[in-house]
């Protein structure tokens, strides 16, 4: 009876090493899609949604999301920067793969950008990390910690300009913009966005009688805001300051585009309120273009379309056949990215 409970203990004590799921055993999915899940957390809808994102991103670099049981005590770290490797995310010369992993035994999440990307993105997948995935994590919810990470990946970093092409940030409707060029990296973001900050929050006197002006609160400018000017502040796309003049009660409106927003400015309307999803008909392959449907929803006025566009053939890189590490056309990461536990 003993030797019977003994082995039953031991049984219990190493069966979620069964679980555990080599760097070399975790599929390449690719190019039919650019999920796996090997728990079987993610419905098919997820998974979908997850490869319009990549398709949507294919321009600006390359998206992979790996769901697993555990990495059976190696550093998360190490296991998802082996895993990128491996897959060879991106190409050479562009290298901007992204890999977003979860570990969800081990309650652990990585993101792992490629060596192509500037040393300040790690700032934004820090942000990623914190306010999407472990949050969703810890609300329970890792379906949407990994859908809606995907897409802020694809979002903020992904189709962010690469380094040396210069950008133009939306900035303040009545002052004059300040160029911002991207080849001076983190230190140059930051000077902007400490000029930005400054110039938003300077005092300001009023054009007509030169008082003080006083910017008004969040709830109390809303009178002064137009319908969509209320509903771009609700989504996140623009926020909006009212300086008031208390003496001859003039007002001033500015406006401030926010740095990353998944909405873009409406046809009908010219409210920063469209939202635009794309659903994949039919896969690209190495031999024919795929179909996508795109649909656009404007979360402000009545407009609503919806067409269809080609997806581009996948390219492979001349040795993408000769192993699995250069399955995605050989880009490297040193492993830099963002971790978090919940």
């Known amino acids: 009876m ?3 409970s003994f082995s039953l203990l031991l049984g219990l004590v190493l069966a979620p090493v069964a679980q555990a799921t080599s760097v070399n055993a975790v599929p390449d999915a690719r190019p039919q899609s650019a999920v796996v899940d090997l728990t079987g957390t993610l419905s098919e809808q997820d998974k979908q949604r997850i490869q319009a994102d990549a398709e949507r991103g294919r321009s600006g670099g390359e998206l992979y999301v790996a769901v697993i049981d555990t990495t059976e005590g190696e550093s998360p770290r190490s296991y998802a920067t082996r895993l990128f490797n491996r ?4 190409d050479k010369t562009r290298n901007r793969g992204v890999l977003l992993m979860a570990a969800l035994n081990d309650r652990k999440a990585e993101i792992i950008i490629g060596d192509g990307y500037d040393g300040s993105v790690t700032a934004v997948t820090d942000r990623i990390m914190s306010n999407v995935v472990v949050a969703n994590f810890r609300r329970g919810n890792p379906r949407g910690a990994m859908v ?4 802020a990946l694809v979002d903020q970093v992904v189709l962010a300009p ?9 900035n303040v409707a009545d002052e004059n913009p300040l160029p911002f060029w991207g080849g001076l990296g983190g230190t140059g973001l930051l000077a902007f966005v400490g000029a930005r900050r400054y110039l938003r929050n300077r005092p ?21 805001l137009t319908s969509g000017e209320q509903k771009e502040e609700s989504l996140g796309s623009v926020d909006y300051d009212i300086w008031m003049c208390h003496g001859c009660k003039n007002t001033l409106k500015l406006r401030y585009g926010a740095f990353f927003t998944s909405y873009s400015k409406c046809k009908q309307c010219s409210a920063k309120t469209l939202h635009t999803s794309s659903t994949t008909v039919s896969h690209a392959t190495e031999y024919s273009t795929g179909l996508a449907r795109v649909e656009e929803d404007c979360r402000h006025c009545s407009y609503r379309n919806s067409y269809t566009r080609t997806i581009p053939r ?3 890189s001349s040795s993408s056949s000769s192993s699995s590490s250069s399955s995605g056309g050989g880009g490297s990461s040193s492993g830099r990215g963002s971790s978090g536990s919940w």
């Open 204 to 224: 300001r006197k009023c054009g007509n009688c030169t008082e003080q002006m006083v910017r008004l609160g969040e709830y109390a400018d809303d009178k002064f």
């Open 2 to 4: 003993r030797l019977a």
């Open 162 to 170: 690469p380094p040396g092409m210069l950008q133009r940030v939306e």
């Open 314 to 316: 996948v390219t492979r």
């Open 148 to 151: 809606e990470g995907a897409r």
């Open 87 to 90: 897959l060879g995310l991106d």
